[in-house]
């Protein structure tokens, strides 16, 4: 989950909600969207607080990144205000989103050992959100939870033939090709991760 699928907000202590969508292709092409709401962190700041450090600089530097990625087109970026944002992003491949989720990772002390990624082997799927060991909010998860909201929305143009995971609150839409997961933070910190293991229809 960090934009989500991997996400900024998430090491901050503030109100936080994130909500992120993957749409895949028949091929693993696909897109990514993110809807980032922020606004009772930012209502919370000092009203000095110095805006090249605040969310909008984060968010500006986040995508100067993901922009550089080989496989990944059409990014689109926005602030709505007051701490909403939206962006966007089409990938070639798993190799190309894989990449984009290690730039936007949670735990900026150690992108490779936390960031989600996906993995494929036939029509089975496999999708890993590692331990967050380096979070700042790790430390106090229950300062956490209650104040971030994270969901994860995953959709594919194959039926779903079945889901394996220990993860909480992994569930599938009633159009058996959609998969929605609502973890708690401290459920994040999980150790080993999470992992969700997704089944396709043949083609």
């Not at 990938?91 to 989103?97: I, V």
């Amino acid at each position: 989950m960090r934009l989500m699928l991997g996400i900024i907000c998430l090491i901050l202590i503030g109100s936080c909600t994130v909500k992120q969508k993957i749409h895949f292709n028949k091929d693993f092409s696909g897109k990514v969207e993110v809807f980032l709401d922020m606004s009772q962190l930012i209502a919370a700041m000092p009203q000095d607080s110095n805006s090249n450090n605040g969310p909008d600089s984060s968010f500006n530097s986040t995508f100067s990144e993901i922009e550089s990625i080989n496989g990944i087109s059409n990014v689109i970026s926005r602030s709505e205000g007051n701490g909403v944002y939206y962006f966007s992003y089409e990938f070639e491949n798993l190799k190309a989103l894989n990449a984009t989720l290690q730039n936007t990772t949670i735990s900026n002390a150690d992108k490779d050992n936390a960031s989600p990624y996906f993995k494929k082997r036939g029509r089975k799927l496999k999708y890993v959100f590692p331990e967050l060991k380096d979070s700042s909010a790790a430390a106090q998860p229950e300062m956490v939870d209650g104040y971030v909201t994270f969901s994860l929305e995953i959709d594919f143009q194959s039926d779903i033939e079945e889901i394996k995971t220990e993860s909480d609150n992994v569930t599938k839409r009633s159009d058996n090709r959609t998969l929605f997961w609502t973890p708690q933070y401290t459920n994040l910190l999980k150790k080993g991760g999470n992992i969700i293991e997704i089944k396709l229809s043949r083609q």
